[in-house]
């Protein structure tokens, strides 16, 4: 039987929306669909928490001023509304993100197929786009990749067609662990092992490549876990935070040794690639 939803109307500076939108993501909001005035969001009747919402309200009132409303809805074909927003998008120049029921075009040299049912990492969310732009400059032939919080599976299955031989991929949500095993049969990848679990639960081994696309506390807490699984010389690229905690990032990674290779940003977003 369907899910009853209730629909919350966020009125912002729409240049803002991907940081409110993060944190309702934390909160178990399931979709979101962008307005003139700021946002539409979704979440299940029975895990809205509207004293969350109102601290949410209280924590961004100096920086981002937002007002709400909320309403009840009729149950929604959940998929048929990513369908209607859910447009192709271009990875510099060189990757093309589509969904099934888009056209395949012949002029990128990557094509993924990503369907998302409800996961984050359709390649539409500014820190997704930024990893895939890092992994455009990497060697991948042969090489080894763990990709962290998989969502998707994207970020793994552009690994593949760059080239890695042998690849680990994992999130904590089952809906997260069931989409990525989809995506990954319909690209046709033949090394990516996906599971359903966290850090704790990876198998011991040493990764030339490890990829995380989380939140800043994660990323604090386990990047010294990551480092364990990175081999001498191999590259570890995060993202999933903001401008503004690129230091305790990079200061968290120069204690268990890693290095600065780059960085990025893109509309508040950040990402790090380093090396050890």
Known sequence: MPHTYNEIQFTLDPDLNDIIIAE???????????????FLAYIQQDMFDEAALLDLQTQYQDTVPL???????????????????????????RV???????APNPSF????????????????????TLVM????????????VLDVGAGTG??????????ATQLTAFD???????????NCAVN???????????????????????????????????????????????????SGFYERDMTDITQKAAEVGLKVVTQQTLNQWATIRFEK
């Open 67 to 93: 007002a709400y409303a909320t309403q009840e809805i009729a149950p929604k074909n959940w998929n048929e509304e990513w369908e209607r927003n859910y447009e192709p998008i271009e990875v510099a120049g």
């Open 133 to 144: 732009a890092q992994q455009l400059h990497l060697n991948h032939a042969g090489k080894s």
């Open 172 to 182: 904590i949500e089952e809906w997260a662990y069931h989409n990525a095993v989809e």
């Open 96 to 102: 093309r993100v589509r969904a099934s029921y888009h």
């Open 188 to 238: 046709d990848c033949r090394y990516i092992a996906v599971f359903q679990g966290t850090i704790a639960n990876c198998p011991v081994g040493l990764y030339d490549i490890v990829l995380a696309n989380i939140n800043r506390n994660i990323l604090l807490q386990e990047i010294p876990t990551y480092n364990q699984f990175l081999k001498t010389g191999g590259t570890l690229i995060v």
């Open 154 to 163: 994207i970020l793994a299955i552009l690994a593949e067609k760059l080239g």
């Open 109 to 128: 040299e990557y094509d993924l197929v990503i369907d998302p049912k409800m996961s984050f990492g359709t390649g539409h969310h500014e820190t997704t």
């Open 24 to 38: 309702l993501g934390e909160l178990g909001y399931e979709s979101f669909v962008e307005t003139d005035s700021g």
